[in-house]
């Protein structure tokens, strides 16, 4: 049997970045070929980022877990085992306490002497104290009720390579398969690397020049002092936020940009001279790849990211022909159920059947997978199928759809009842997205007033804005739908309407991301006039 779904795409992969600004939140979307595969969404003055750099203080020793927690400046003290101190920790300590005693001029890394290694099987009671001061990097940023997890083994990353302080070893990425390749990288970066300092080669460093990974292992080691000279400052006391990461969009591109990104498009004026600067630095080819989004319709709903978002992250996923994915998420594990539905029967039977749906599924669950940055344990349950062979099919199949997902997983084969469990790396809480809209009107208490009226209830707020509140110009935000309606009629239409009554310049912006009572007004900045009133309905 050949299957259509079974034939992979040979044409050129092309990667989009989408942007969207807000003024309380940052939402980047990765594209692949126009479709959604990554997502993320976070709060602008988020603190506890993955790769941020504290002075933090040991709050509590755990010596059951062999682990404390530390204060580093967030609600819950955060995680620290004894396996995450790393083997050069002593080194660190005592590097720490000679820059803490604030001399002039601290020795380099390179002239400082480096303590013996702890040992592997070590207790935490023994190189730790409640009260100490000890520098500690975010490992996995804080996940439901849980902390920040913690290590002390510090890393600096950057595009082609990763520096680690206090070691001396130069590791090559296992991806890198040209044996004559890791022994060019290993020996350049043997030569030019500082004494106290291990360097990790990263993937997108192989075939580069040795200019090249000069200049960025420069542009690191001047972080590294960076941060020295912060932490001799007599200011300077735990907790302490010491070296922050890059921009989530910056750390994204650093991942993920290569020569298959056509465009990066984004809505905000600062965050584009941010990325601009970064890809003119890494990629001076692709510079002209970044582009301001300037329309009126928001950035999202031009690049079609809110529909994909509505109907892929919903609890259920439609695959094709009536199959569909139903995906739950409990407090161990995710459980993903595959559905065939009201799909057409194969007319080569149900073994044939099981096989397409199954193959569709497998294709869906590894962009489910990056989508919605599923973590920890997920089992799939999909429909049966009596042929090994087929089993098989699908199990290479689905490591073949998820060699792309830079997240460290692990696929098991599938059982005899077509069960497969996957493990998955989770360093930050799982993206969930609320696809059922609450009524904006009666907020969800089953009653609203007649639709008929909201218009006039739109005009009021027209009124108070123009007339009470003495502005001219502002925007309102609606459903596509309300929209259309508001600007049906030409110079007869509702908005200009409005426009003449009220004596305003009243800009009316089809948004997606509204349901279809919901509104928004917007001053001549750009920034949200809280309108919204709950009113009891009797």
Not at 175 to 188: N, P, T, V
Not at 319 to 332: C, D, M, P, R
């Amino acid at each position: 049997m050949v299957c259509s779904l079974c034939l992979n795409n040979n044409h050129l992969m092309t990667t989009e970045l989408i942007v969207d600004v807000q003024p309380k939140e940052v939402s980047l979307a990765v594209l692949e070929n126009s479709r959604l595969v990554e997502f993320q969404k976070e709060s602008r003055n988020l603190s506890f980022s993955v790769g941020d750099i504290f002075l933090g203080r040991v709050r509590k020793l755990m010596p059951g877990l062999n682990a404390v927690f530390v204060d580093v400046g967030y609600e819950k003290d955060a995680f620290l085992h004894y396996l995450d101190l790393g083997p050069q920790y002593l080194s660190q300590k005592a590097y720490l306490e000679h820059l803490k005693q604030r001399k002039k001029k601290a020795s380099p890394l390179s002239k400082f002497k480096m303590q013996a290694d702890i040992a592997k099987d070590g207790l935490i009671a023994d190189v730790l104290e409640p009260g100490q001061e000890i520098l500690v990097q975010i490992a996995k940023e804080p996940i439901s009720t849980k902390g920040p997890r913690l290590t002390s083994e510090i890393s600096i990353a950057g595009r082609f390579l990763i520096l680690m302080p206090f070691s001396d070893k130069v590791s090559i990425s296992t991806k890198i398969k040209s044996q004559e390749e890791r022994a060019r990288l290993k020996q350049l970066l043997l030569s030019i690397t500082p004494k106290g300092f291990g360097v990790i080669v990263r993937t997108v460093a192989e075939n580069k020049k040795v200019e090249e990974l000069d200049n960025e292992l420069k542009v690191l080691l001047k972080r590294w002092d960076d941060m020295v000279q912060k932490l001799q400052q007599p200011s300077i006391k735990a907790p302490q936020l010491i070296f922050e990461e890059t921009s989530r969009t910056v750390v994204l591109l650093r991942d993920l940009l290569n020569a298959s990104y056509e465009a990066i498009h984004v809505n905000s004026p600062e965050v584009y001279d941010e990325i601009k600067d970064y890809v003119s630095i890494i990629m001076p080819e692709k510079s002209e790849i970044v582009q301001l989004y300037n329309k009126e319709i928001p950035i999202f709903d031009h690049f079609a990211v809110t529909k994909q978002i509505k109907s892929g992250l919903g609890k259920v996923v439609s695959i094709k022909s009536g199959a569909y994915l139903v995906i739950e998420h409990t407090e161990a594990m995710h459980v993903i159920d595959v559905n065939s539905g009201n799909r057409t029967r194969s007319k080569e039977g149900q073994e044939a059947n099981a096989y397409e749906v199954n193959i569709a599924a497998a294709d869906e669950i590894a962009r489910q997978l990056r989508l919605r940055d599923m973590g920890g344990i997920i089992v799939v349950d999909f429909i049966d199928m009596v042929e090994g062979e087929n089993r098989q099919k699908l199990f290479d199949r689905l490591r073949e759809n998820m060699a792309n997902d830079r997240a460290k997983h692990n696929i098991l084969p599938l059982s005899k009842f077509c069960l497969m469990q996957i493990t998955r790396q989770r360093v930050r809480p799982q993206t969930f997205i609320q696809t059922n809209e609450v009524c904006p009107t009666c907020f969800g208490k089953g009653e609203i007033r007649s639709s008929i009226l909201f218009t006039d209830m739109l005009a009021g707020k027209i009124e108070y804005l123009a007339h009470k509140q003495k502005m001219r110009r502002f925007t309102l935000m609606v459903h596509p739908y309300v929209a259309a309606f508001i600007e049906k009629g030409g110079l007869s239409s509702l908005k200009w309407q409005w426009r003449r009554r009220f004596a305003c310049g009243l800009k009316i912006i089809p948004s997606q991301a509204m349901s279809y009572l919901q509104y928004a007004f917007y001053d001549r900045k750009g920034l949200e006039i809280d309108m919204k009133e709950e009113v009891d309905i009797k």
